[in-house]
């Protein structure tokens, strides 16, 4: 009997980097499931529409994607995987198209804007404001508006048949984005034998140094931080909930001993998930 | 000699919620600078066109304006003193427009969003995303066009003589901005006898409970941490800056004691400014 592939929801259209963030995390043989935004994407999973999705959540240039570690919060889902993605911007024409013709350069802003050395080298281009990157390929080559380009992913290139005219057009190499793997809780932890993260919210008790003893149930054992990232509670004016990445397995004695130690000190606690640590990509 | 009225650089349209926290912070006698973006009201300032900005720093539905923490820590620029406005949305339109003749309402998408229960009530009414809340406004009393209104501050309704047809029609109403207002280095510090904030920013050595030993400066001493706010550093991926808000002042023995003592343990500290507290709205 032949298996049935793995279906993964993601945001954006095909093409997007959260589909080569798919790719890297789970391999070819998957079928795609594009949502327009990003919550229903976690709806998608969490209702069984989709088996896994792929969250950007955070990017080494702009920050962390704030609206998702919202949803990690109000979606019941865990986080069994990791992966970063170099962001590489590529100018894209339908095939044929020569550089001197092209005078219109569709992508979205953050793209357009990360790519301002190439448009100051080129001042006649025109950057038009479109609502995705691959998204900005597919209409291009759909629509064939005359002087027309894309800037997008190679795999937008290759997903709508458009040619890449100039590779590699950001300003910074080192922009990458981090995204998480989400399954639903009844998905079993990873075993790994590499280095493992734990990622996790909480909030503290509001009253002086309650941070500081909150972070003492990592430090006092030696363990390490690899991000803080604190959010509003709704309906708290000026109250934070904190979301923390560390190197460690739940499994592991003293990781469990810190996670108890937390919970002595905190609100609200939960794990959001327990899993194999990228290669960090610089 | 008539006083020269003082200059003061804001995002967004006349009538925004920037303009209210101006009015909040300096009184009615000032001149406005209305910027299209958040960097030109920082340069304005930095250059002398202006002679203090007033600039978003979180919201508490949405969290921090990251954009203006980065410009904090690019400008040389000070801190002198915090207010914070509640968000409060009307439903604006040429005065004589019926309610029942309304059918596009435009505003800022964050505003739209915002009134989620109006326009469910409403389901009528088409929403049309604009650049700017009090933009929305301006363009409605200019243009005229046929069953428009727009979402914006009462403010914005007097300035461009709107009518107020549905005030507060906000879903949540514990939705505060929190603004600083910046003047150049050279500015006097505030000696005032209310409580007092200080403003930093700080990035660790990169080695485990570094994070732990920075905020021991503060807590073993008793300091109350009011915000933390984490933000990439550029061309360093997967590093962080670290922005901390704290009660005291600047003047105080043990405040001293603390900067010191952070500035040990900390490859990068910059104290962004110093001013009384505002009182917290919830």
């Not at 963030?21 to 969490?46: D, T």
Request: hydrophobic share 45%; net charge positive.
């Amino acid at each position: 009997m032949k298996k049935k592939k793995t279906i993964v929801a993601f945001q954006g259209e095909r093409g997007a980097f959260s589909e080569l963030a798919a790719v890297q995390l789970l391999g070819e043989k998957i079928q795609l499931l594009p949502c327009e935004r990003f919550e229903q994407m976690f709806r998608a999973l969490q209702d069984g529409a989709a088996d896994a999705a792929v969250v950007p959540i955070e990017n080494t240039l702009h920050g962390s994607v704030h609206e998702n570690y919202d949803h990690l919060l109000n979606f019941n889902l865990k986080i069994v995987a990791e992966t970063s993605v170099r962001i590489v911007h590529n100018l894209i024409v339908p095939p044929g198209t020569r550089f001197a013709g092209v005078k219109h350069v569709y992508s979205h802003p953050v793209a357009l804007n990360q790519c301002l050395k190439f448009f100051a080298a080129h001042p006649r281009l025109e950057k038009k404001t479109f609502y995705d990157t691959a998204g900005s390929v597919k209409m291009i080559m759909a629509e064939l508006p005359a002087g027309a380009a894309a800037i997008a992913s190679s795999l937008a290139a290759a997903n709508y048949g458009g040619q890449i005219l100039k590779a590699s057009i950001e300003d910074d190499r080192k922009n990458f984005t981090r995204f998480f793997l989400l399954r639903r809780p009844d998905f079993p932890l990873a075993k790994s034998k590499a280095p493992s993260k734990v990622s996790l919210v909480f909030t503290t008790k509001n009253s002086p140094g309650s941070l500081f003893r909150a972070l003492a149930a990592l430090a006092l054992r030696d363990i390490s931080l690899v991000k803080i990232e604190s959010r509003p509670m709704r309906g708290r004016p000026w109250e934070y909930l904190f979301y923390l990445d560390f190197l460690g397995h739940v499994d592991d004695p003293h990781v469990q001993h810190a996670l108890a130690h937390l919970d002595e000190v905190s609100d609200l606690l939960r794990v959001l998930g327990c899993y194999p640590a990228a290669e960090p990509e610089s």
